[in-house]
């Protein structure tokens, strides 16, 4: 099992930058499918990023070519790099973490992006 916890979120202005990190504990991370999803205010739950644990990545199209996942396994973490932020980016962003039929989830980071 992994325990998730994420920082990094806040206020930026359009079209700046946030770097998010996601921090996990437990045993065999590596082996773990990663992924960023985000939920704004009376919205579903949405994926935005996710990466295989052989490093695969992928993007919902709302933020190809603005935001990047990585993961560095020494350290148990992921990051999402968020470029070119725009207002309707403003959600909670959460981590999960998928091996087979086991999900964890993170509590989640507020970003806002706000002038």
């Known amino acids: 099992q992994v325990q998730l916890v994420e920082s990094g979120g806040g206020l930026v202005q359009p079209g700046g930058s946030l770097r998010l990190s996601c921090a996990a504990s437990g045993t065999f991370f590596s082996r773990y499918a990663m992924g960023w999803y985000r939920q704004a205010p009376g919205k579903q739950r949405e994926l935005v990023a996710a990466l295989t644990s052989s490093g695969t990545p992928s993007y919902a199209d709302s933020v190809k070519g603005r935001f990047t996942i990585s993961r560095d396994n020494a350290k148990k973490m992921v990051y999402l790099q968020v470029n070119s932020l725009k207002p309707e980016d403003t959600a909670v962003y959460y981590c999960?973490?998928?091996?087979?039929?086991?999900?964890?989830w993170g509590q989640g980071t507020q970003v806002t992006v706000s002038s």
């Open positions: 999960k973490a998928t091996r087979g039929e086991y999900t964890a």
